[in-house]
């Protein structure tokens, strides 16, 4: 039993399914829905899906991306990572795609039957070879293994480590879908740019389409209504170079999105019995890597590869979270570090910043992707 119906918990369903496991997945609301607008799916992510015979389709579906950049809001590169270099070390381009579309590509891949809506976990009870779940309405479905792939918010977390916290970043980030063509020079790529108190990325997602990400140093909580919201971004990133204003002025008020960035502090355990966690259940990080749906994905492959080599038992389970615990809590922290010094503010800081990024040999550059690119399961 897979409670979430996300990237995540899809995934988990597919791999367990492709591995000869009777794998269901119960998702709370009445129909899929992908939380977000775009994502960007990168090689270690594209790797977990050639597994299942996804990569492909999500390839085919998305823009591949030519470079990936970080920029100072004065228009100076930082850094430049050549996309056709990362196809060539680590097997896959990166891709930029609706968070939708490849939630699409995953249900289409289950089986049928597989996903179950309108099914919220409420509780949990735990016995020895068995784990019953109790969702509202007076629904129970019994099962082997209890997967709790249900986001940072997570209702199956509490059944595992009932005490985890969640930790604020400082920042609130805005997100949308522009209806634009870029121009040919930003057409294939990522691009970042950092500004102190404020940031921003984009991406197209198609010919037509931009995603874009807007994170600010703000408190928790500052939240306002989207037409509200386009008014002040466009204030705040007037300085910024095109085509940010652009981007900004095509995108309608209604489409922009809001959330506060958060990560989870590590657990003691990932697991209970046979109640576990994957994704962001079990490793929440902040967007700055771009890694939160990869990692649930990795976790999603090593969690199928481990039960069929142990059975659907607390052994797999353990052996799971010896596999994957080290990467993830690594860009945990790795996620947060960036995010923070991206948004420094005091200038002789980021000046030292900045002068370290430009002179970081590519061999450097290459290491740190290596531990990032390459999946661990």
Same mark, same amino acid.
């Given at each position: 039993m897979?409670?979430?119906g996300?990237? *995540?918990?899809l #995934?988990?369903?597919i ?5 000869g496991v009777d794998?269901? @997945?119960?998702?709370?609301a ?6 977000g ?5 990168p090689?270690?992510a ?5 597994s ?6 999500? @390839?085919?579906?998305g823009?591949?991306l ?6 100072t809001d004065?228009?100076r590169?930082l ?5 056709d270099a990362?196809r060539?070390?680590?097997g896959?381009?990166? @891709? #930029? ?8 590509i995953?249900a289409?891949a289950a ?7 309108k099914h919220r976990?409420?509780?949990?009870a735990?016995?020895v070879? @068995?784990?019953v779940?109790?969702f509202?309405h *007076?629904?129970t479905?019994q099962?082997?293994?209890l997967?709790?792939a249900?986001?940072i918010?997570?209702?199956a977390?509490r ?9 604020y970043?400082?920042?609130? #980030?805005?997100?949308?879908?522009a209806?634009i063509a870029?121009d040919?020079?930003d057409a294939?790529?990522?691009r970042e740019i950092?500004?102190g108190?404020e940031?921003f990325g984009f991406?197209?997602?198609g010919p037509q389409e931009?995603?874009?990400f807007?994170?600010v ?6 939240t ?5 919201a ?5 204030g705040r990133?007037?300085r910024f170079?095109s085509p ?6 095509a995108?309608p008020a209604e489409?922009?999105l809001q959330?506060?960035?958060y ?6 355990h990932?697991?209970?019995?046979r109640?576990?966690l994957?994704?962001?259940?079990a ?8 890694q939160?749906?990869?990692?649930a994905m990795e976790?999603?492959?090593?969690l ?6 142990h059975?659907?038992?607390p ?6 979270? *010896?596999?994957?615990r ?7 922290a790795?996620?947060k570090r960036?995010g923070q010094m991206a948004h420094w503010?005091n200038r002789v800081?980021?000046?030292?910043r ?10 450097v550059q290459?290491?740190q992707?290596?531990s990032?690119?390459?999946?661990q399961l």
């Amino acid at each position: 039993m897979i409670v979430g119906g996300g990237i *995540g918990g899809l #995934c988990a369903a597919i791999a367990l399914q492709r591995h000869g496991v009777d794998a269901h @997945v119960y998702e709370g609301a009445a129909a899929l829905h992908a939380a977000g607008t775009g994502i960007l799916v990168p090689p270690n992510a594209l790797s977990v899906l050639a597994s299942l015979g996804l990569a492909d389709r999500v @390839v085919a579906d998305g823009v591949q991306l030519r470079t990936t950049e970080q920029w100072t809001d004065d228009g100076r590169l930082l850094q430049r990572l050549d996309g056709d270099a990362v196809r060539a070390r680590w097997g896959y381009p990166i @891709v #930029c795609m609706r968070r939708s579309a490849l939630q699409a590509i995953l249900a289409d891949a289950a089986r049928p039957g597989t996903v179950h809506l309108k099914h919220r976990l409420e509780h949990v009870a735990l016995d020895v070879d @068995v784990v019953v779940a109790h969702f509202e309405h *007076g629904a129970t479905v019994q099962g082997q293994l209890l997967i709790g792939a249900d986001g940072i918010h997570s209702v199956a977390r509490r059944f595992v480590v009932p005490d985890a916290s969640l930790r604020y970043s400082g920042q609130s #980030c805005w997100r949308g879908l522009a209806p634009i063509a870029l121009d040919p020079s930003d057409a294939d790529g990522v691009r970042e740019i950092w500004g102190g108190r404020e940031r921003f990325g984009f991406a197209r997602t198609g010919p037509q389409e931009v995603y874009w990400f807007a994170p600010v140093t703000a408190p928790a909580g500052t939240t306002i209504t989207p037409s509200a919201a386009k008014v002040e971004l466009i204030g705040r990133y007037r300085r910024f170079p095109s085509p940010v204003a652009a981007i900004l002025d095509a995108t309608p008020a209604e489409a922009i999105l809001q959330t506060d960035l958060y990560d989870l502090a590590p657990l003691a355990h990932w697991s209970s019995g046979r109640v576990v966690l994957l994704g962001d259940a079990a490793h929440a990080m902040t967007p700055n890597l771009g890694q939160g749906g990869a990692q649930a994905m990795e976790d999603a492959l090593s969690l199928a590869v481990h039960v069929q080599a142990h059975g659907a038992s607390p052994a797999a389970l353990r052996a799971y979270e *010896g596999a994957r615990r080290a990467k993830a809590l690594r860009l945990v922290a790795l996620s947060k570090r960036v995010g923070q010094m991206a948004h420094w503010e005091n200038r002789v800081a980021r000046s030292l910043r900045d002068l370290a990024l430009r002179a970081m040999p590519l061999a450097v550059q290459t290491w740190q992707m290596d531990s990032i690119f390459t999946p661990q399961l």
